[in-house]
């Protein structure tokens, strides 16, 4: 069974108050990076750069985390990853489509401050599901979706779907 939770207006809605946040918390966008992890957060982080490109008339850069290697319930397969960019006294705000134990992000804060000691780390997340296995949480939350362990938050984006759509899946 499937139950729709966001369609396309509501992600954009959801997209949008976010924008408003960021650069409210950041006073602005100066300093301000955004960092997606791969694969959806890259294009949610893409997204929100572009809505706060339309609000403040400003390009906010996009960079891209794979945090493959920084797992820790993950087998390594190598040790090279880049960031693209020197993220040093910067306001980094990791972007993911949806937060659950945690891992992913302990992971991407891993990957960034092994090489580099940015102003400030802030996490915006499209779905926050629940079940946190580690102390870290969202700054900015798209929507809070409470759900069972063994359900799951299907995010479709256009970038790869050909439509916007959030819905819990459960079998
Ligand atoms: P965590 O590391 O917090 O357990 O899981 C977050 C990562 O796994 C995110 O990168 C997210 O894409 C993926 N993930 C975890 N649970 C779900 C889910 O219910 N739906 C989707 N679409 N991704 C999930
Ligand atoms: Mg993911």
Redesign the pocket.
């Known amino acids: 069974m499937n139950k729709t939770l966001l369609d396309q207006q509501a992600i954009q809605r959801a997209i949008s108050r976010m924008c408003h946040e960021i650069i409210e918390s950041a006073k602005g966008t100066t300093d301000l990076v955004l960092a997606g992890?791969k694969t959806?957060?890259i294009f949610i982080a893409q997204r929100i750069a572009e809505k706060i490109a339309q609000i403040e008339n400003v390009k906010i850069p996009v960079i891209e985390l794979d945090i493959s290697d920084f797992?820790d319930d993950m087998r390594k397969t190598s040790n090279n990853f880049t960031i693209a960019k020197n993220l040093n006294n910067l306001k980094v705000v990791i972007v993911?489509?949806?937060?659950?134990?945690?891992?992913?992000?302990?992971?991407a804060l891993d990957c960034i401050l092994t090489n580099y000691r940015p102003q400030k780390i802030a996490l915006a997340v499209l779905?926050d599901?629940g079940?946190?296995?580690l102390p870290i949480r969202a700054d900015f939350v798209g929507k809070n979706i409470p759900?069972s362990f063994n359900?799951?938050?299907?995010?479709q984006l256009s970038e790869i779907d050909n439509q916007d759509l959030i819905q819990i899946v459960s079998d």
């Open positions: 992890i959806n957060g797992r993911d489509d949806v937060l659950f134990t945690g891992r992913t992000v302990r992971a779905v599901r079940h946190r296995e759900t359900e799951r938050v299907e995010v």
